[in-house]
């Protein structure tokens, strides 16, 4: 069952040639993973399998061709009737890439400055080889020609400008909405939310239709939610903060705001399993989100890794949509298969059959937007990360600068909601 019946698919894409069927607006990513199709793409320099891992745009797991044009993240790109999605890097495709014998003839790694040093002329011979076996595709051909260039961007303000549209940015977005400011929310997923679209529902959770208030209100005092929007850049001009915006389509937005809260939650870290690069290792809100969104059943057996209520509430909601399920809580071991996962090998000697495994661990603390503008961080020994680093009101210490939410550590969405609370109102005054 690769999708709940509740959920039919509307439109049709080619993968490599083959008819997939889809629904409209959800990502490539997620119409391959119901149509049983994980194996997306090879890896750069050893043609290894690859698949979607984050399924937010966070990891490059998952670069594809689409309509000619090459390294678009499958996981960004909606779906539309017609689209023609296509690997790349492989030989004739990444399901049965021929060079993937790279892999398998170099177990403990390639040093091709290294390769045939015997002889001068085989040694140029062997790296410029090499060479051509890396990449991440070919370059557009002429149906994919240049248009004319966007127009320049022009500096627009705003009293406060927030990142990220979870738990966290939005409770700060209300509070400054609230006190009458004009608030730009940016979001680079399609709809706000955050984790809270992934309809776990854990104690404490705020509903999903908040963030349609919090949108309505953000609008009413004369501000914007932004969705499908990246924030590329934080810098200092002439003293205060500017920010470049990339839109999904349009042109790039310049804003210059009174204050920046980042509130960008984090990004899903890998197991740290040996071969946890497989096709059918899987961010588990990234799971969470596509089975309550489009009804996407990622397999068969899953095994869910992760100690709480997170993990527990993801294996409840898989085991609902008919998935065998085992939880795993230690990831010590390595991933079965090789063109997907087909198990775990633990190091306590207990092997794990399944097709999918769900890696439903904390976050590493997206900190990149706020340590441009010289946010302090320090490591969190639990995560295995960075955080943020900020006082009980969100502040960084650096003037106009504030955080809150899973970018300064773990927490549930309740806890993020009040720290972008408390944010908000330092903001405003």
């Known amino acids: 069952m690769p999708r709940l019946p509740d959920f039919p698919a509307d439109c049709t894409i080619t993968f490599d040639g083959s008819a997939v069927p889809a629904r409209r607006g959800e990502s490539i990513a997620s119409a391959l993973l119901a149509a049983g199709r994980p194996l997306l793409a090879r890896s750069a320099k050893y043609h290894r399998p690859r698949g979607p891992f984050c399924l937010a745009g966070s990891c490059g797991s998952c670069l594809v061709r689409v309509d000619g044009l090459p390294d678009q993240r499958a996981c960004r790109t909606p779906c539309t009737d017609g689209l023609s999605v296509e690997t790349q890097n492989a030989l004739p495709d990444a399901a049965h890439d021929l060079l993937g014998v790279i892999d398998r003839a170099f177990p403990h790694g390639l040093d091709h400055h290294h390769l045939a040093t015997w002889n001068g002329l085989a040694n140029r011979a062997a790296v410029a080889f090499s060479r051509q076996l890396a990449g991440l595709g070919k370059l ?11 127009p320049a961007p022009r500096e627009e303000a705003f009293d406060a400008l927030v990142v990220g549209a979870g738990p966290a940015g939005l409770a700060a977005a209300e509070a400054l909405a609230g006190a009458g400011r004009r608030v730009l929310l ?9 984790r809270l679209r992934c309809r776990l529902d854990l104690p404490g959770d705020p509903p999903l239709a908040w963030a349609g208030e919090v949108a309505a209100r953000v609008a009413s005092a004369g ?18 903060p500017l920010a470049a915006l ?41 799971v969470a989100r596509a089975l309550a969104e489009h009804g996407v059943v990622p397999g068969r057996r ?32 390595r991933v079965l298969g090789r063109a997907r996962v087909r198990g775990l090998a633990l190091a306590d000697g207990r092997r794990v059959r399944c097709d999918v495994l769900a890696v439903a661990t904390p976050p590493a ?48 969405a309740a ?5 972008g609370r408390r944010a908000g109102e330092a903001a405003r005054g």
């Open 186 to 194: 940016a979001d680079a997923e399609p709809a706000p939310g955050g």
């Open 246 to 286: 990339a839109p999904a389509s349009g042109a790039l937005r310049l804003v210059r705001p009174g204050a920046v809260l980042v509130c960008a939650g984090g990004h899903p870290q890998p197991p740290g399993l040996e071969d946890d690069d497989r096709p059918g290792v899987l961010a588990g809100r990234g």
């Open 415 to 419: 806890r993020a909601a009040e720290a």
């Open 223 to 240: 501000g914007e939610l932004a969705s499908g929007t990246a924030v590329l850049g934080l810098w200092r001009d002439g003293g205060a």
């Open 302 to 333: 899953a095994a869910v890794l992760g100690a709480g209520p997170e993990p527990e509430a993801l294996a409840a909601r898989l085991a609902a949509a008919g998935v065998e399920v085992e939880r795993v809580e230690v990831a010590e071991g």
């Open 365 to 412: 603390p997206a900190t990149e937007l706020a340590r441009s503008l010289g946010a302090p961080v320090a490591l969190d020994p639990a995560l295995g990360a960075f955080a943020l680093q900020v006082d009980a009101q969100g502040r960084t210490g650096v003037p106009g600068l504030l955080a809150a939410g899973e970018v300064t550590g773990a927490m549930d």
């Open 140 to 150: 557009p051909g002429p149906e994919r020609a240049a248009g004319p260039l966007p």
